[in-house]
């Protein structure tokens, strides 16, 4: 595949374009979100955080499993239930405290295996399911997992911190595999211990609390291209990233790479002086951690490979989610 193809392949991706409905939902209620006055960031980011005194805020989050993991394997999607929201709070820098869940089926054996997989991925993670609601009498399949944590107001790590002149930082850990029956689930997490996996969740808490990163997002459903642009619009700023040292298994092609959903992997942004001691204690931590380029203000996600420089997403005129991030 040739780099326009690349490109291309990048800004098609349903794991981007279904991110645009996040503005439709965000305009309805953006008059209202912090009726409270307690919300601190809000829409934008990968939990949101609402101030409870003390220094602290409480994070919250929640994911719905794509119905296409549910029907390949029920019990890998109540694993993924388990990963996906924990990644949510240590991607700000958070320490996960508990998850509710919403469960709707009503075959008793796909219940049995989500259950199985919720079940492990709190064994795996650490981190407890301590209620929720159950729907047995849909035609339907689904799960749907919300999360909270708690993370000091100073060491939060925002998605739309990203200074200029930032070093872009891309951190995955790559001792894993496509999970069987999936082309773009990377599995690094069923075969580690609960401390290899806990560890890197509690990584992110230790960049915050250093405050060694100005911003983060942990890398989703857009894949690594699509989740920094999303950190860019949250920001309100671009980038200039160099493709061919971006980190990657050897034999995969970049397309598919590019729409990978990682088990364990993160975007940050961190000031020169501060970037090699968080690449250290990532890499300590098992995520091969790579400065790939540079913040810019120039509301562009610009990629150059082999010398040939593109521009993947110029937020001027185009959109993931389109906005950047509400914050109190």
């Known amino acids: 595949m ?68 549910m029907d390949i394997d029920p019990y890998w999607a109540g694993y993924c239930s388990v990963l996906v929201n924990v990644n949510d709070i240590a991607a700000m820098g958070g320490i996960p405290m508990g998850m509710t869940n919403v469960l709707s089926s009503s075959d008793p054996d796909i219940v049995d295996q989500i259950m199985d997989g919720i079940k492990d991925g709190i064994k795996k993670f650490g981190v407890p399911m301590v209620g929720g609601h159950t729907h047995p009498d849909t035609p339907y399949n689904a799960l749907d997992v919300a999360i909270g944590g708690i993370v000091d107001k100073d060491a939060i790590i925002p998605s739309c911190g990203a200074k200029l002149n ?82 990657k298994v050897e034999d995969i092609e970049w397309a598919h790479w590019f729409k990978m959903y990682f088990g364990s992997a993160f975007v940050l942004t961190s000031p020169d002086e501060s970037t090699d001691e968080a690449i250290k204690l990532l890499e300590k931590a098992n995520l091969t951690t790579v400065s790939v380029g540079k913040i810019t203000d120039d509301h562009k996600l610009s990629m150059s490979y082999e010398g040939v420089n593109k521009t993947v997403f110029d937020f001027s005129n185009e959109i993931i989610m389109g906005f950047s991030e509400d914050k109190s």
Do not use: C
């Open 166 to 247: 930032d070093n872009v930082l891309v951190a995955i850990d790559l001792d894993g595999n496509i999970y069987p029956n999936t082309e773009i689930n990377w599995d690094s997490t069923s075969d580690k211990s609960p401390q290899y996996v806990q560890d890197q969740i509690k990584v992110m808490n230790t960049l915050g609390s250093k405050q060694l990163v100005t911003a983060g997002k942990d890398i989703s459903n857009p894949g690594v291209v699509g989740t920094l642009g999303m950190l860019l619009e949250s920001s309100n700023m671009g980038a200039q990233i160099q493709m061919d040292i971006i980190p």
């Open 2 to 69: 040739d780099y326009n193809e690349i490109i291309k392949s990048i800004k098609t991706f349903e794991g981007v374009t279904r991110k645009s409905s996040i503005a439709d939902v965000r305009e309805k209620l953006k008059d209202v979100y912090n009726i409270s006055g307690a919300v601190h960031l809000a829409f934008g980011d990968d939990a949101a955080s609402i101030d409870i005194g003390n220094n602290q805020v409480m994070l919250l989050a929640t994911d719905g499993i794509w119905g296409q993991l």
